[in-house]
């Protein structure tokens, strides 16, 4: 790897603070985790369910902030700001429709998918209160992520953050308050939750609707835009759908193995995705300034920034990926006081410490293609990764075979999704000029 390269301030002005944006949604579960699961076992499983089915539709809607990014990114590079503006303002438009949508499916399907994930008996009930309480704030969660999307293709990763952050903290301490300063349970836990996402989501949504104006934008909703983003957000849920029902799979078959293993495996799986969220902050760099690139007609500086986030997610990955070896121990103590749970998790972050250089060239590749707007091919190889991954996981319960054997699994997915990224990056199909 280069030690120096032009790109690198440009990526990390934009990679460092999209951390913070990034890590939102899962980092209100993670602290979830961390304090439920000092509430016991069962409250920790049913956390587990329901952020499974929370985690899914929010991973589903992502198209929000990826394509609002990308398409934003390809018209400033094409100086069409008031255009840049007005895609914004309908990705609000669209997060607001849709959050009434989602709320009320799942309100109606939320026993079914719970029991579908294996709930059952007090877990199950433990699942259902957490998932009805977090459904209120969902519909400002996705208009975060759309407001997010806009300072992104801006190439402004700042404002975000600071959003982010500020609803990090505050989900904490409300959520402390609530549990260990007056005693409540596993429902004021999502509670804490819901305000900070409401307060976030505002806080977007005034921001984007700020800069409409300056720029001349309309603010009132445009049917053909909203069609527009739809369409080109299919392939994105397409692939988002084949990655998060893979995770949904796992988390179905280790349910079936235990208490114990299901919620191991949701601290586990929280602290991956914690990790490639870090990784995937390099992507939102891969999509801003890709699309910027394409957008300005200059493929040549397009992939040079490609082949520059490539290398640092790769060596990020490693270095990730050393440092949850060395902590793994005292990082499932964290968790969980169930030793049980803690042995298991341990073991099972072996296997995440591995995956973290693969997850760096996926991360980096699966933003440099989101930027370029080459949603199809995405769509396509993960639907392949996610059959391969589901062909393996059926051996695994026919066979009845451990949670070590589940995440080798998931490593094998991992495989597949990088080579088929970079098989179509050495190409040159994805460099499609123009805004």
Do not use: C
């Amino acid at each position: 790897m280069r030690l120096r390269s032009p790109y690198d301030s440009e990526i990390g002005r934009l990679a460092i603070p999209a951390l913070g944006t990034l890590i939102a949604e899962p980092l209100y579960v993670l602290v979830d985790t961390a304090i439920v699961g000092h509430l016991g076992t069962t409250e920790l499983a049913g956390l587990a369910l329901a952020a499974t089915v929370l985690l899914t539709v929010h991973a589903l809607l992502i198209f929000l902030a990826y394509g609002t990014t990308a398409s934003v990114s390809r018209l400033i590079g094409a100086e069409k700001f008031d255009r840049a503006a007005h895609r914004s303002v309908q990705a609000l438009w669209l997060a607001a429709v849709l959050g009434t949508v989602v709320v009320a499916a799942l309100i109606v399907a939320a026993d079914p998918l719970l029991r579908l994930l294996g709930g059952k008996g007090e877990v199950f009930d433990a699942a259902r209160l957490y998932l009805t309480v977090s459904l209120l704030g969902f519909p400002f969660m996705l208009l975060l992520l759309a407001a997010s999307g806009s300072f992104h293709g801006r190439q402004n990763t700042r404002l975000p953050l600071i959003i982010a952050v500020t609803g990090a903290v505050l989900n904490l301490v409300i959520e402390l308050v609530l549990i260990f300063g007056l005693g409540y349970g596993l429902g004021a836990s999502a509670l804490a939750t819901v305000i900070a996402q409401v307060l976030t989501g505002t806080a977007g949504l005034i921001l984007v609707l700020r800069w409409a104006r300056q720029v001349g934008a309309t603010l009132g909703p445009d049917s053909t835009e909203m069609k527009d983003l739809l369409r080109a957000g299919g392939a994105l849920v397409v692939r988002t759908a084949a990655l998060r029902g893979s995770f949904t799979l796992s988390v179905a078959v280790s349910s079936r193995m235990g208490v114990v293993e299901v919620a191991a495996h949701q601290v586990a799986l929280q602290v991956w995705s914690l990790l490639a969220l870090a990784l995937d902050s390099v992507a939102i760099a891969g999509q801003a300034l890709t699309g910027r690139f394409l957008g300005a007609r200059d493929a040549l500086r397009a992939r040079g920034a490609a082949t520059r986030m490539i290398e640092i997610d790769v060596a990020l990955g490693v270095g990730l990926g050393l440092v949850l070896l060395a902590l793994r121990g005292p990082l499932a103590s964290v968790f969980s006081n169930d030793p049980a749970v803690v042995t298991l998790t341990s073991f099972i972050l072996i296997h995440a410490a591995v995956q973290q250089p693969v997850g760096g060239l996926v991360f980096a590749l699966d933003g440099i293609l989101i930027g370029a707007g080459d949603l199809a091919y995405m769509a396509r190889s993960m639907v392949v990764a996610a059959a391969v991954f589901a062909t393996l996981a059926s051996v695994i319960v026919v066979q009845d075979l451990g949670m070590g054997w589940l995440w080798a699994a998931l490593f094998v997915f991992m495989v597949v999704r990088g080579a088929t990224l970079w098989r179509r990056w050495r190409g040159s199909a994805w460099l499609v000029l123009g805004a």
